[in-house]
């Protein structure tokens, strides 16, 4: 090994473990207990190591989110590819999403809630942010002609539903029935569009 790819090897670990530690941090004590400083008092590296890979908190908080787009396009898939027909992989990859968002609260926060530079719905979307809304759109598809609108418009309601639930604003205990409804809505669209409910 040549002492380029060491040393890039070396940074990479280093960038995992400030990542890692984030997270950690982030899930046993919120977003407010990571710090700079206290990241580097947690894995034990200066200040300005820290500030040498990443330039804030933010592009920290961004790394984060970069991982939990790649965890949450492979639990989305998983459950589409454990589905059984077109209807079961929508209701399957919602309650799926939710699991996700509702196990993971920090890692959520960081994808979806807290400020980062990342950028999403343009031509610079970076390939983990687009993998999932791909497993989304990839369920959504058999039932519509615009799947970019309808994969936004069925994002945009199980996101906003799995933040009410998050933070307590709907009753317990109906996540089913609301997904059903979100559900039922992509299915009539798809109807609508086709004439069809064959296979569905």
């Known amino acids: 090994m040549g002492i380029a790819e060491r040393k890039s090897r070396e940074r990479a670990g280093r960038e995992e473990r400030i990542v890692a530690a984030a997270r950690a941090v982030a ?20 200040q300005p190591i820290l500030y040498s890979h990443f330039a804030n908190r933010d592009a920290i908080v961004a790394a984060v989110a970069v991982e939990g787009f790649k965890e949450l396009a492979t639990v989305l898939r998983e459950a589409a590819a454990e589905a059984k027909g077109r209807r079961q992989s929508l209701m399957d990859v919602a309650m799926a999403y939710f699991a996700f968002a509702l196990s993971r609260p920090a890692l959520y926060e960081a994808m979806f809630i807290l400020p980062t530079q990342l950028q999403f719905a343009e031509a610079e979307t970076r390939s983990e942010l ?3 809304f791909d497993a989304i759109a990839a369920v959504v598809s058999p039932f519509c002609a615009d799947v970019e609108i309808v994969t936004e418009t069925f994002w945009a309601a199980l996101h906003g539903l799995a933040e009410l639930e998050r933070s307590g604003r709907v009753r317990p205990g109906m996540r089913d029935k609301r997904i059903a409804l979100v559900v039922q809505a992509i299915v009539d669209a798809g109807v609508h569009q086709t004439g069809s409910s064959d296979q569905l």
């Open 27 to 46: 899930e046993s004590e919120g977003w407010d207990a990571v710090t700079i400083r206290r990241l580097a008092k947690e894995i034990e590296y200066s």
């Open 130 to 132: 687009r993998a999932g």
